[in-house]
């Protein structure tokens, strides 16, 4: 039996070579949950593969087993074969069967039960009572067989050594030996069957050769379940599978090359330890998009990461391990932060970054807050890929003061180059010009069926008509505003960056960089069409180039089938969606947003001003440094500014220097309240567009309340600038265009309902105001390359605790900038 299995092994690494590159895991909906597949489940097509994957598998399976019969395999490569096995066993395992379980039961249950955790453990002990019991039946058939032997060949003849090795003597024996063989991933197997999406066939099919018989059955469940019931298959089935993995890879192929077996030269403890390693290790693969594969860094093998559900008033206690090679730090975009500061995550700003092997207890309390935020990395351009939502429920017996939506689905807006990131961004800061703009927008990671190659790669969400949904729209675009609109389909904003706003209706919405919007989805009670696209493109004004491509998702209803008026997607109509520069528009949606301003939900909008300041945020340019070519504006390099200062990475993270009073030739906290050379801002520009660099902070009292106008400028070309205020949120009271002028424009501001967010874009050639009360001491606020620090107050409560015994720490040598 370990012959036949090892041999079985060697046919599953070869198949693993062949499925080596792994897509993203699409579900399927009817209205409960999100899908990414662009054909019906049911479809023949979809069907024939999972058919197709049965037979395959079955027959590689025998072909495998019967293997040693017929070829007598190296020894050596069995042992390596069978420690490579068990790494990728034990990968999977670890990294994506229970993660896709823990992520899958999210979804379907705020409960916290460790549900994925159990099956992991029910699945494993129910593997180790098989093998017990089948190992109890071939010792008996063994002896039987063993007593035959002697009698036909002799008593001076020598028994087989070890009985698994011996060959078997009758059908049922080697029935026996199929069924130990296929029971290992029966539970996997059904996770294929009800698989919605190729390439997660094929990427399950690489794991779970041996289980024609969990394909069949889960082919059979698809063919009866659909939404939830077929999610709770998935969860459950992945959950056991994990379990199933680990006993496999640990009792009997890591076990292996422990037992006695012939000697070989790679029978010692160094090369037994790297295959197995090496098997983990492959559980970093490639994503492809747009027909381009590439290495990303994704958090527990997801992209876009995994979803973190919370409600009002919960403690959220989030380890992150650095697995790679780059630095890491995470932020978790619009959190307060209430005396938690060290838990934001701004790279060489509140922390320094977690280095490669080490890790982080990111530790905070979400205290007021309920709806939509999100996190990502945050150091240099690893947010690309590594980012997810935040759901914050509201707290138990709390109520959505709108009507409670059917099912809520998050939508995660992003942007894809098929270069590396990285590469992008130190070119840009090394030449001094733009960064190359992305190949495709996403939703949900997804680019959808207008890219190239990306038909089998859209995102869709399948709806049952009368009812209303939820959508918690996040853009985690790196650089653009974006249009956003579902054809033949009205939303309604009930939500701005985590705030509940006065509920209005429209065709088309606007989302900066950094901002969340929940709207509610009233689907159609008798559509007259099954399926409708949905669809984002940028808003941009400025001068540089941009990505001026569209991504589109799929609206898909769920009706019987006599009803069902499928359409080619070729023949949807995209959504009509205003101008690439539509900035009146853009005024007129933003102008829209109010708060309740109820007394459930107040507006404490600060009515007097303790500190004032003006900020002008654009572009300027930096000398190009000696014997190097720049390509920036006049062979000058780009800079980003406010108030003419471009903001010079620390050495070390500004709040830990704060802190240990340690601030001497790390910052200054002489950064300017107003420019230092006023100028007509959306005018002419000035022929001098150099900035000044430095490491300058602004210091504020505790609970002091605190305006800011944010003046775009015309220098190298008027454009939208996000702008988003860490550990804080902030009143919008007025915005306009041209310069701001501080005798007409503030007896216009809004001082009783205005929005409240936590990012803003600054409108092209326009101004910003924003009102805030700096209760959140000594955290240091940052955005658009300036901070602040918010000193502590007198009692206990206004203090903030010291760092964490984890806080990561870094030499100057290590600083990267970005």
């Known amino acids: 039996m370990a012959s036949l299995k090892s041999t079985f092994l060697i046919t599953l690494l070869v198949l693993l070579l062949q499925f080596s590159e792994i897509r993203s895991h699409g579900g399927n909906s009817d209205g409960d949950t999100p899908a990414t597949n662009t054909g019906s489940l049911r479809s023949k097509g979809l069907i024939l593969v999972k058919v197709w994957c049965l037979l395959i598998m079955f027959f590689s399976t025998f072909a495998g087993g019967v293997s040693p019969y017929f070829y007598r395999w190296n020894e050596s490569f069995l042992l390596l074969g069978t420690q490579f096995a068990g790494g990728v066993f034990l990968g999977t395992a670890l990294m994506h069967f229970l993660s896709d379980s823990t992520s899958t039961f999210g979804d379907l249950t705020t409960k916290s039960y460790p549900f994925s955790f159990m099956l992991a453990s029910a699945g494993y002990l129910l593997t180790m009572l098989a093998d017990s019991v089948i190992a109890y039946v071939l010792r008996s058939h063994d002896r039987e067989a063993r007593v035959e032997v002697e009698v036909e060949s002799g008593a001076g003849k020598e028994a087989a050594p070890n009985p698994f090795l011996a060959k078997t003597t009758s059908v049922g024996d080697t029935i026996l030996l199929i069924l130990a063989l296929c029971f290992h991933s029966v539970f996997e197997g059904i996770a294929v069957g009800v698989a919605g999406h190729f390439w997660q066939l094929a990427y399950s099919f690489a794991f779970a050769i041996s289980s024609p018989v969990g394909v069949g059955i889960g082919i059979a469940l698809d063919a009866t379940t659909q939404g939830r019931r077929a999610d709770w298959t998935y969860a459950i089935s992945m959950g056991l599978a994990c379990g199933v993995f680990v006993y496999v890879a640990i009792n009997h192929l890591i076990a292996k090359g422990f037992r006695p077996q012939n000697k070989c030269h790679f029978d010692t403890p160094f090369f037994k330890f790297f295959a197995v390693l090496f098997g983990v290790g492959i559980q970093l693969h490639n994503v492809t998009r747009l027909c381009k594969t590439k290495s990303i860094i994704t958090v527990n093998g997801k992209f876009p990461g995994p979803r973190i559900v919370a409600r009002e008033g919960d403690r959220v206690v989030i380890k992150v391990v650095n697995n790679v090679s780059n630095n890491v730090s ?15 995550g701004p790279a060489y700003v509140t922390q320094c970054p977690i280095q490669s092997g080490q890790s982080y207890v990111y530790n905070f309390t979400i205290i007021g807050q309920r709806g939509t935020l999100f996190w990502h990395a945050h150091i240099s351009w690893l947010r690309a890929t590594l980012y997810g939502p935040i759901v914050i429920l509201p707290k138990k017996n709390a109520s959505y003061p709108f009507p409670k939506p059917h099912k809520e689905v998050p939508i ?25 703009v992305s190949d495709a927008y996403t939703i949900n990671g997804l680019p959808g069926p207008l890219y190239n190659c990306s038909a089998n790669e859209t995102f869709k969400l399948k709806v049952k008509p009368g009812k209303t949904y939820l959508l918690r729209l996040i853009n985690a675009a790196l650089n653009d505003e974006l249009f956003f609109s579902i054809s033949n389909h009205t939303l309604t904003v009930v939500e701005a960056d985590a705030i509940y706003v006065k509920p209005f209706e429209t ?31 940028p808003y941009s004004t400025g001068q540089g180039t941009f990505d001026n491509t569209t991504v589109a998702g799929i609206l898909e209803y769920k009706l019987p089938s006599q009803k069902a008026l499928n359409t080619p997607i070729t023949s949807l109509q995209i959504p009509t969606l205003p101008p690439i520069n539509a900035t009146s528009f853009v005024a007129n949606f933003s102008s829209k947003f109010r708060s309740l301003a109820n007394v459930q939900f107040p507006a404490n909008v600060p009515q007097t001003v303790d500190k004032r300041f003006f900020f002008t945020v654009g572009l300027g340019s930096s000398p190009c440094p000696k014997n190097q070519t720049c390509q920036g504006p006049n062979g000058t390099k780009f800079a980003a500014s406010v108030n003419n200062i471009s903001f010079t990475n620390p050495t070390t993270a500004l709040l830990q220097a704060y802190f240990s009073r340690r601030s001497n030739g790390i910052y200054t906290t002489d950064f ?27 210091v504020l009292p505790f609970n002091s309340t605190v305006e800011v106008v944010l003046q775009d400028t015309s220098i190298l070309g008027a454009e939208s600038h996000p702008l988003h205020l860490h550990g804080y949120n902030f009143f919008v009271v007025g915005q306009g265009f041209g310069n701001f002028d501080p005798q007409k424009d503030p007896p216009n501001f809004n001082l009783v309902d205005p929005v409240e967010r936590n990012t803003i874009g600054v409108p092209s050639g326009g101004w910003a105001a924003i009102r805030f009360r700096a209760d959140n001491p000594v955290h240091l606020s940052w955005g658009l390359k300036m901070a602040w620090i918010v000193l502590d107050g007198k009692l206990p409560n206004q203090k903030l605790p010291p760092p964490p015994s984890d806080l990561p720490n870094v030499d100057a040598d290590f600083l990267l900038v970005f």
């Open 412 to 436: 995660i807006f992003g942007e894809w180059w098929n270069a590396d990131t990285e590469a992008v961004i130190s070119q840009a800061l090394q030449t001094g010009g733009g960064p190359n």
């Open 330 to 344: 995470i932020h978790w975009h619009g959190i307060r932060q209430l005396l938690s500061g060290w838990a934001d």
């Open 672 to 698: 300017p309240s107003f420019p230092l050379m006023p100028f007509n801002y959306t005018g002419t520009p000035p022929n001098n567009t150099g900035v000044a660099n430095g490491t300058k902070l602004v």
């Open 507 to 537: 065709d088309i919405l606007v989302i900066a960089p950094g901002q969340t919007t929940n709207v509610l989805l009233r689907t159609k009670p008798n559509p007259t069409n099954s399926t409708f696209l949905m669809a984002a493109r």
